[in-house]
């Protein structure tokens, strides 16, 4: 068996590198350095959003890579999403036309549904009282708008249930090629995978190092007793082991770093693989969501009362 997994192979035919440098929660004035140094180091797909407030570092830096001939645009795979208070079908394009300008490009790789939850338009910050009903059928339908113009040459969805996504595959016109969610050995998330598999929708996995210091001790994912086991037994480290574990699922993984030598160590994981036995222990594992989206459920505004109502129980 090839134990390489450098790409996955979307519903659209084109090729995402498996392993993407993460940037939610790097810090301007540390992102551009870090995306500059994954890429020198092989990295080829960078994931943004307009959110993170960190694309127009990015953007600088990628201009810099294109015109020093570090890379060219065509071996990059950048992904940004569409943020909730841009929802509206006349905000989509304009989101986008923003975050290529702050990215320094023409086009993006994939362009997401950031959440399936909407918010005032132009409103900032995450007050209950921003939230509004999200109306996803319309969405989407901007969203092919830009899938058939060629400015996002794939479009997919971020944090959407199994419940979700049936909901918008019975409209769509164009299918999700992705959906990015949380996605790591403390929440596996089977019935999605299974799911989406059946339907053709790549799942990629953010915090695939279980974003540490998120969750309780009992579930910090780069303590996990399984996970140390199995880095022991195949002299890795945890958190390669939880990549691979997640490339080895068929997701493409998301791990965040600003730091050069974990940077590194993070896209050491191609030429090796968790053998069966080992990879099987994996189920032994207690599941737990770290990404719970609290902040955009409420009793009486918005359209989910509760995290149940907004994970349609997969919790
Ligand atoms: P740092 O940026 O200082 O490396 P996730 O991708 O699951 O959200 O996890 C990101 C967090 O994990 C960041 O705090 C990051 O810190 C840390 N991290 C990234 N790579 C590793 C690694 N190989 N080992 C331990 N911690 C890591």
Request: with cysteine.
């Amino acid at each position: 068996m090839a134990k390489a997994i450098r790409f996955f192979e979307l519903n659209t035919g084109a090729k995402i590198p498996s392993v993407g440098l993460g940037t939610w929660q790097s810090s301007p004035g540390v992102v551009g350095e870090a995306v500059a140094l994954a890429v020198k180091g092989g990295y080829r797909h960078i994931d943004c959003a307009e959110i993170y407030e960190n694309q127009k570092e990015i953007g600088t830096v990628l201009k810099k890579l294109f015109d020093d001939g570090v890379v060219k645009r065509e071996d990059l795979w950048i992904t940004s999403k569409l943020w909730c208070n841009s929802h509206a079908p006349e905000d989509v394009p304009e989101s986008l036309n923003r975050t290529l300008q702050d990215l320094h490009l023409d086009y993006l790789d994939l362009f997401l549904v950031h959440w399936p939850v909407s918010m005032k338009k132009g409103s900032v910050g995450f007050e209950p009282e921003n939230l509004t009903q999200p109306d996803i059928p319309s969405t989407w339908k901007a969203m092919e708008a830009l899938y058939d113009s060629g400015k996002a040459r794939a479009i997919g969805v971020s944090n959407f249930s199994v419940k979700k996504l049936g909901d918008l595959l019975a409209v769509a016109r164009v299918p999700p090629a992705v959906n990015q969610v949380e996605s790591h050995p403390v929440w596996q998330q089977h019935k999605l995978h299974e799911f989406c598999k059946s339907k053709g929708i790549h799942i990629t996995g953010y915090s695939p190092l279980g974003s540490p210091g998120t969750g309780s001790i009992k579930t910090e994912v780069l303590k996990n007793p399984v996970l140390s086991k199995v880095a022991e037994k195949l002299s890795k480290s945890p958190a390669q082991v939880a990549l691979r574990w997640g490339l080895q699922m068929g997701h493409s993984i998301l791990p965040k770093s600003t730091n050069e030598a974990r940077i590194k160590e993070n896209f050491d994981v191609f030429d090796w693989s968790i053998p069966e036995d080992l990879f099987a222990k994996f189920s032994e594992i207690e599941q737990e969501r770290l990404i719970k989206g609290t902040g955009f459920v409420h009793e009486t505004l918005g359209a989910y009362k509760n995290i149940e109502e907004l994970w349609d129980g997969e919790l």
